[in-house]
């Protein structure tokens, strides 16, 4: 069955610091979805990334960058220089099947302070 | 025009009472679903469409039944409300043979039962 962690239940940085969020997941499927999504206080739901499983490069897009490691089982998202925009709860999530059966991790709840 | 439209987006009423909230999208997507956010916001997949076929039921209660007149809506029907079923309940969308897999989501209906 498929399962994803998010050990970090909350996050309090200043502005400007780097954070990572960590995420793993477990599956027993080779062909597989990654995804991050943020919830901001406003409560809509946001998509990130997506990274297919055959697809280990790490991406870079502006201030966010994602780290892709099959041998640890982990997708971990990296804020640089953080802002206060960017506090928000983040969900790391899974899909085995393309598309469809998403479970969604716990979720961090980062804060930044000004 | 927004891509998945929920209503009511508040929702707030007595114990015992029948409820809808109606979900509709104008991506053009195959499957549609319904999620869960709990006060604790972790998200849970209630259920999920896919050309007006039941693909997905978790353990939910049977009080739960989606309606699905066609493939750009998928309603919500909760009978016998109680005071467990307040949260925050998203719809989405994905088009499960586009090259995405992205969820796409309203902004949530909170239900709070008295």
């Known amino acids: 069955a498929q399962k994803v962690t998010q050990a970090q239940t909350e996050i309090s940085v200043v502005e400007k610091e780097d954070v990572t969020l960590d995420c793993v997941y477990e599956?027993?499927?080779?062909?597989?979805?990654l995804f991050w999504y943020k919830q901001p206080p406003s409560g809509e739901l946001v998509f990130l990334i997506r990274?297919?499983?055959?697809?280990?490069q790490n991406e870079i897009s502006g201030r966010y960058s994602w780290n892709f490691q099959k041998s640890t089982s982990s997708f971990n998202f990296t804020i640089t220089a953080s802002q206060v925009v960017d506090s928000a709860v983040y969900f790391c999530?899974?899909?085995?099947?393309?598309?469809?059966?998403?479970?969604f991790g716990p979720g961090t709840r980062l804060s930044v302070l000004p | 025009d927004t891509a998945v439209s929920q209503t009511p987006k508040y929702l707030v009423t007595q114990m015992g009472n029948d409820k809808s909230i109606k979900c509709e999208q104008n991506?053009?997507?195959?499957?549609m679903y319904w999620y869960k956010q709990d006060s604790k916001k972790f998200l849970k997949i209630m259920f999920s469409?896919?050309?007006?076929?039941?693909?997905i039921n978790e353990t939910v209660p049977n009080r739960f039944s989606p309606k699905s007149p066609d493939k750009a809506h998928l309603n919500l029907h909760i009978n016998s409300l109680e005071l467990g079923d307040s949260a925050v309940y998203f719809c989405?969308?994905?088009?499960?043979?586009?090259?995405?897999?992205?969820?796409?989501f309203g902004e949530g209906s909170r239900l709070t039962v008295l």
């Open positions: 999530a899974l899909s085995e099947v393309y598309g469809q059966n998403f479970v």
């Open positions: 989405a969308s994905s088009q499960e043979a586009a090259n995405t897999g992205e969820l796409f």
């Open positions: 469409y896919n050309n007006k076929e039941l693909i």
């Open positions: 991506l053009g997507h195959d499957t």
């Open positions: 990274r297919n499983s055959f697809d280990e």
């Open positions: 599956t027993r499927d080779t062909t597989y979805y």
